[in-house]
């Protein structure tokens, strides 16, 4: 690739991104919503009619969070929620094959995730202790998600993810709902639900 060359992603909006130097007001919620909707996690191998998409993980995520730290701001919350907001242009990548990747993926990672941020009115890079809860609130999440879909047993989870409390390996209701594959269109409206509950345009 020549140096300076743009790498565009157009989007249904019909607004195009430029992934290696993104720009926050070509970040759209819509075009968010929609893409991590039809990502899968694990790539695709999950039980159930459906995929279980990456934006319900980010669903997920957000409830757990929330649960971790009831008096979060909302704007805490919305980082959650959004955590893996990138994967609505780069996909998601399972960490095994990241780390054989390198670097590279994690800086184009970085920067999409940072112009997410600036479009929202969220600090670029997060302050560590609030990525380092949210990243917990993955981790459960990963758990949780690996056990109920994805084949793990809780011995073998407990390997690779992070080991939730007693109250997060009970079957909360809501918890139990989220992680219920549903199909796209359901999870994309959900997913805007939640954010347009968080998110002041003001």
């Not at 992603?9 to 919503?33: F, H, K, N, W, Y």
């Not at 989870?157 to 409390?165: D, G, L, S």
Request: with cysteine; aromatic share 8%.
């Amino acid at each position: 690739m020549k140096a300076g060359a743009r790498v565009w992603q157009r989007m249904v909006s019909g607004r195009r991104l430029d992934l290696l130097e993104p720009a926050p007001l070509d970040v759209e919620i819509t075009d968010i919503a929609h893409g991590l909707a039809r990502v899968a996690r694990w790539n695709g191998q999950t039980s159930g009619e459906h995929a279980f998409s990456v934006a319900q993980h980010c669903l997920l995520v957000e409830a757990l969070f929330a649960g971790l730290r009831p008096t979060a701001s909302e704007p805490d919350r919305l980082a959650a929620l959004l955590h893996d907001g990138a994967e609505y242009v780069i996909g998601d990548m399972i960490s095994p094959f990241k780390a054989v990747i390198g670097s590279g993926y994690k800086d184009v990672e970085a920067r999409i995730l940072g112009a997410i941020h600036l479009r929202f009115g969220l600090p670029q890079s997060l302050p560590s202790r609030l990525a380092s809860r949210i990243k917990k609130a993955d981790g459960i999440a990963a758990f949780h998600e690996a056990v109920a879909l994805a084949g793990f047993s809780p011995v073998e989870a407990k390997r690779y993810f992070t080991t939730p409390k007693a109250r997060y390996l009970a079957a909360d209701p809501s918890i139990a709902d989220l992680l219920d594959p549903k199909p796209a269109a359901t999870v994309e409206r959900q997913f805007l639900d939640r954010f347009n509950s968080l998110y002041d345009a003001d």
